[in-house]
């Protein structure tokens, strides 16, 4: 879920350990194995760090191994990467992991599938098909969580090297929640998370503005009123069908399962990504709709009338707009297939802070164009309205008001 494209061309599936290790190493797996047998009582719910602020990145504290660790929390993609302390190319403040130094910490054998192999560990390679801009070695680890004792023996990619101008997040690694789609780079971590520590397949995610909650073990039946919507495997996570978006009961686009492989037809829930964006045709609707709010005293809205074309919230610029003025600014509603209500992202979410060249909070537009990419990303602006439970056994969404949730 990063705010750059994904592409994640190298594959492999599932791994054969190295059994051949010294004993003391194999007590502890032994002590790691009995403890992972440990039942968690119902739901887990874990704080999370970060902000939609600036870059917009939540994470969650974390171990492996010996290692305190920050995980960015990613809806959009699937696995978990850690940068090494070796990594000559990675950003400096963000190496924090060293294999090596783990006794909880296992290579994953060489297989065919495997990008390269180097003394007999698995090497994986992630590109965007025409070059790489990411590299490590693949390892088994103890994961664990601050405050909880949520405890599972996972697979990590350890970043070996990585070109400059991709940052996969601020933080030492990533955690990506979205199951595995066809070969993908990484095996899903929630699926052993939820079958070693013998929890529901279910998880809520909760992102405020400063603040949030990562649920695991939730019970999907304990949340009546949220809008329950199916969920379909999507290229960079989970995809669902939307029926209609509008603004002021106007409807901009009517959307429909045909056009899924246009990539129109559905959109894409995304913790890693800051913004919600929208087709091209989607968005020009949308920003017409604020464009008719002016022409009358009580709805000059700031950024939006007597603008300059191209030079307002939607060409991207930024505006110092009151709180107080946050109401005249009309929301953008939501309506996914198969459910009877739209659901309302309102202008507290959608005009998002920022500090400009001098230091000055100011708001920008959360909706942006999705440009060439002509698809729906339902991003952090979304989650600042809503959040969302991920029941993967049911195959569904359920979308609750933030308000009444967390």
């Known amino acids: 879920g990063n705010n750059d494209e994904r592409g994640e061309s190298a594959r492999f599936g599932h791994a054969h350990r190295v059994t051949a290790f010294p004993m003391f190493r194999l007590l502890l797996v032994v002590l790691w194995l009995s403890l992972l047998q440990v039942h968690v009582d119902g739901q887990q719910t874990i704080q999370l760090v970060g902000n939609n602020d600036e870059r917009g990145e939540y994470g969650v504290q974390a171990t492996l191994g010996p290692f305190s660790v920050t995980l960015q929390i990613d ?12 990594c000559q190319t990675c950003p400096p403040q963000r190496k924090a992991y060293d294999p090596s130094a783990s006794n909880t910490s296992e290579p994953i054998a060489c297989y065919s599938k495997c990008s390269e192999c180097d003394d007999n560990v698995c090497g994986y390679s992630m ?10 070695r693949l390892f088994s680890e103890v994961l664990g969580f601050k405050d909880s ?15 400059e101008w991709f940052q996969q997040t601020s933080y030492q690694g990533q955690l990506g929640l979205a199951p595995p789609v066809n070969n993908s780079l990484f095996q899903f971590p929630l699926a052993n998370i939820f079958d070693q520590n013998k929890t529901s397949e279910c998880f809520a995610l909760c992102l405020k503005n400063h ?23 999507a290229e960079f996570g ?18 429909s399962s045909d056009n899924i492989n246009g990539k129109l037809g559905y959109a894409i829930v995304d913790s890693g990504t ?21 022409g009358t005293p009580d709805y000059e809205l700031t950024g939006v009338c007597k603008i300059a074309p191209g030079k307002g919230l939607t060409g991207g610029y930024c505006f110092d707009i009151p709180e107080k003025n946050f109401a005249l600014y009309p929301p953008l509603n939501i309506k996914f297939a198969g459910t009877n209500n739209f659901l309302s992202v309102a202008s507290t979410s959608y005009l998002v802070s920022q500090k400009d060249s001098s230091g000055k909070v100011v708001r920008c537009l ?21 959040s969302i439970v991920f029941d993967l056994e049911g195959q569904r969404l359920g979308f609750m008001p933030q308000n009444t949730t967390c």
């Not at 809806?75 to 070796?86: D, F, K, L, Q, R």
């Not at 603040?211 to 495997?233: C, H, R």
């Not at 669902?240 to 686009?253: D, E, M, P």
Request: charged share 15%; glycine share 12%; proline share 4%.
């Open 274 to 294: 800051k913004f919600l964006a929208l087709p091209t045709k989607a968005f020009r609707a949308f920003a017409d709709q604020l464009s008719l709010q002016c």
């Open 127 to 136: 590109d965007f098909g025409f070059y790489e801009y990411s590299a490590g």
């Open 149 to 163: 004792n949520i405890i599972s023996k996972i697979q990590i990619g350890v970043v070996d090297k990585t070109i």
């Open 238 to 255: 989970y995809g669902v069908v939307l029926g209609q978006l509008g603004v002021n009961g106007t409807i901009l686009s009517r959307l």
């Open 366 to 386: 959360g909706i942006v164009d999705s440009g060439g990419r002509e698809r729906t990303v339902l991003g952090q602006v979304f989650f600042q309205s809503y």
């Open 75 to 86: 809806t959009g993609s699937s696995g978990i990467s850690i940068y090494a302390t070796s």
């Open 211 to 233: 603040s949030g909650t990562l649920s695991i073990g939730v019970d999907p039946e304990s949340y009546p009123n949220a809008t329950w919507a199916p969920y379909i495997p």
